[in-house]
């Protein structure tokens, strides 16, 4: 082969590159508009349910409540998609806390890690009509 070619070739690996880098530039824009998107129609979702309600809405003890701000939840649908086990492991939340809130959430029908993204409307909004029913509010309900 040439010299010719030879710096042919290589520049037309480099274009290659180029082209490969931008690509997945791209796919990774492309990915945080998609979780951006999510996250604002997850936020039209939960408007208007009592998944919108702070924690203080709750009583739960002190403990639990100061662990679930620290893991930066600011409503029931943060507390509810709260990953336990990963959080447990990290020493992030006690066993006696994780008992307090398996028992809390039990009792309104919900579990820890669940997943209210993928949740179709229909199982959504019958999720939603037997919280109204347990969830006894410390603010008027016309404020959700």
């Known amino acids: 082969m040439t010299s010719a070619c030879k710096k042919q070739v290589h520049k037309m690996q480099k274009e290659i590159e180029q082209h490969c880098k ?8 492309i990915e945080q508009l998609r979780e951006i998107v999510n996250s604002i129609n997850f936020t039209r979702k939960i408007q208007g349910t ?9 009583e739960f003890p002190v403990r639990l409540n100061n662990a679930l701000v620290n893991l930066g939840c600011k409503n029931l649908a943060d507390v509810v998609m709260l990953d336990i086990d990963d959080n447990f492991r990290q020493r992030k939340i006690s066993p006696n806390s994780i008992r307090q809130l398996n028992s809390f959430l039990a009792g309104l029908g919900l579990y820890p890690g669940m997943d209210l ?15 109204m029913n347990k969830i006894s509010f410390r603010t008027d309900k016309s404020t959700i």
């Open 22 to 29: 931008q690509e997945h530039e791209m796919q990774n824009e």
């Open 50 to 58: 009592p998944f919108v309600l702070g924690l203080s809405n709750f």
């Open 117 to 131: 993204n993928v949740m179709s409307d229909s199982d959504f909004d019958a999720l939603v009509e037997k919280l």
